[in-house]
């Protein structure tokens, strides 16, 4: 099994920015894809972004030039850990940030593994 657990969320003010992570344990050797999903109030779960083991990234159009996603992948630490770096935040990006994982190399084929989540709150 694998265990996610993020950490960074919180409270900050239109314009600011926030770090998440989220640390990978357990059976890292069959994690590839890894990546953020978020859910406001009232909406569906949505992909904000993820890397593939390779390094590649994927943002979603809402996020593109104000979220960084980068990926830690340190196998002797037995870890494998996942930041995103959000700039500029909105009132929209509000949201409960969710870090997920997968097998496959690609996160929009299917979330094998989800955290429990991190909540982001961006006050006007």
């Known amino acids: 099994q694998v265990q996610l657990v993020e950490s960074g969320g919180g409270l900050v003010q239109a314009g600011g920015s926030l770090r998440l992570s989220c640390a990978a344990s357990?059976?890292?050797?069959?994690?590839?894809?890894m990546g953020w999903y978020r859910q406001a109030p009232g909406k569906q779960r949505e992909l904000v972004a993820f890397?593939?083991?390779?390094?590649?990234?994927?943002?979603?159009?809402s996020v593109k030039g104000r979220f960084t996603i980068s990926r830690d992948n340190a196998v002797d630490n037995a870890k494998n850990t996942i930041y995103l770096q959000m700039s500029s935040l909105k009132p929209e990006d509000t949201a409960v940030y969710y870090c997920?994982?997968?097998?496959?190399?690609?996160?929009?084929?299917?979330?094998?593994?989800w955290g429990k989540g991190t909540l982001v709150t961006v006050s006007s």
């Open positions: 997920a994982a997968a097998r496959r190399d690609n996160i929009l084929y299917g979330v094998d593994y």
């Open positions: 890397i593939t083991s390779g390094g590649r990234t994927n943002y979603a159009d």
């Open positions: 357990g059976r890292i050797f069959s994690i590839n894809a």
